[in-house]
Nanobody
Framework: EVQLEESGGDLVQPGGSLRLSCVAPGFTFRFRNMEWVRQAPGKGLEWISSIYTNSNKVYADSVKGRFTISRDDVKNILYLQMASLKPEDTAVYFC?????RGPGTQVTVSS
């Protein structure tokens, strides 16, 4: 069974930056449409970005201009570069192909 695993979450001050990574041994990201979603405390899952097999990218309005999704096809790693972080970005972040996701990585934005 394919296991996705996110990493890179941390406590960061407002305005700061983080880069999240997603790895999945035996799973080739460039052959799948991949997404990043997040879940804030007490809330449901929120889609924030997708990268398609043709490398097109889309973003939720809440993160557009601040977050960048990317994929390293050589290393087979999915990334989410986050900048200008806000307290409302605090959440557990997951990578997913729509069918499966990892355990998530916690991002906390607080001063």
């Amino acid at each position: 069974e394919v296991q996705l695993e996110e990493s890179g979450g941390d406590l960061v001050q407002p305005g700061g930056s983080l880069r999240l990574s997603c790895v999945a041994p035996g799973f080739t990201f460039r052959f799948r449409n991949m997404e990043w979603v997040r879940q804030a405390p007490g809330k449901g899952l929120e889609w924030i970005s997708s990268i398609y097999t043709n490398s097109n990218k889309v973003y939720a309005d809440s993160v557009k201009g601040r977050f960048t999704i990317s994929r390293d096809d050589v290393k087979n790693i999915l990334y989410l570069q986050m900048a200008s972080l806000k307290p409302e970005d605090t959440a557990v972040y997951f990578c997913t192909d729509g069918d499966r996701r990892g355990p998530g990585t916690q991002v906390t934005v607080s001063s």
